[in-house]
C-alpha cells in the first residue's frame, strides 16, 4: 500500500503552522481556537463562519493565500502565495454598533504599532481602513458584522500585510519585507488586546482616537471624501470623533465623513 507522500507533508505543515499559531496566541495572553488554511478563499468568510456557528471570541483565522481576499466597498484584495500575512479574528464586543468603525481604527493602529516595534518601519494609518508606507498601500483591513437587536452579535476583523513581496499588477502597493510573521501577528494580537473594549468601558473611545492621532497618515492632510449621495468635498482632515468618523474644515465649514471613499489630495 503506498502512502501519498503529498497528503503526508501537507498535514504536517498545517500541524506545525497550527502550533506556531498557538504559540503566538499565547503569547499574547490569549487561549482561543485557530484555524491555519494553506489557500482559502478568504479568512474572513472563514471567520464569519466561524461567528455564526459560536466559535468563542478570539477566535484566529489565518490562510497561506487567497483565491478570493476582499476590500472595503466592494473591492478585491489581492496578494501572492506565501507572500503576505493574511489574518482575521473573531470579536463578540460589547460595544454599541455606532463605534464599530473605532474596532477598524483600533486594528489599524495596533498594526503599524506593531510593525514599528518589529520591524523599526514607519507604517501609518490611511482612515478609515488602509495601512500605508510612505505613499504606498502596504495592507488592508476589513471589518464585517452581524448586528441584531441593536447589538453586535459578532465582528470579523480580518487584516492583509504585504511582507515579501508587492502583488503583480497592482498599483500603488508596497510590501514591509521579509520579517518573522508570527512575531509580527503576537505584537499584533498583544496591542489589539490591550486596548479592545471591555464591558461598559465609556473610555474605549478616547483611548482609541488619542493612539490613532500620532500614527495617522490622514490627519491634518488635505484630502478629497464622499459623502452623502455620491458628494465630494474637499477639506483639511481635522479630527477624529468619538465615533471613528473622519472630521474635515472645508471652505463651507466642517464636515463628518463616516464612510465613503477618501482620498489623500497631492502637496
Known sequence: ???????????????????????????????????????????????????????????????????????????????????????????????????????????????????????????????PNDLLLGDRKVGGILTEARVRDGRFQHVVVGIGLNLRSVPRGVEGAAALGDVDRMALLTEFLRRFRERYPPVGDDGFAHLVVTAYAPVSATLGRRVQATVGEGKVVEGTALDVDPAGNLVLQTDEGRVTVDSGEVIHVRS
Open 1 to 127: 500500500m503506498w502512502s501519498d507522500d503529498s497528503s503526508t507533508a501537507k498535514a504536517f505543515r498545517a500541524r506545525r503552522e497550527r502550533q506556531h499559531l498557538r504559540r503566538a496566541v499565547e503569547a499574547a495572553g490569549l487561549h482561543t481556537p485557530v484555524h491555519w488554511d494553506e489557500v482559502t478563499e478568504s479568512t474572513n468568510t472563514t471567520a464569519l463562519e466561524f461567528a455564526a456557528k459560536g466559535e468563542p471570541e478570539w477566535t484566529l483565522v489565518v490562510a497561506e493565500h487567497q483565491t478570493g481576499g476582499r476590500g472595503r466597498l466592494g473591492r478585491t484584495w489581492t496578494s501572492e502565495p506565501g507572500s503576505s500575512l493574511l489574518f482575521s479574528i473573531v470579536l463578540r464586543p460589547q460595544l454599541d454598533p455606532d463605534r464599530g468603525l473605532l474596532l477598524t481604527l483600533l486594528a489599524g493602529l495596533a498594526m503599524a504599532e506593531a510593525c514599528r516595534a518589529g520591524t523599526g518601519t514607519d507604517v501609518r494609518c490611511k482612515w
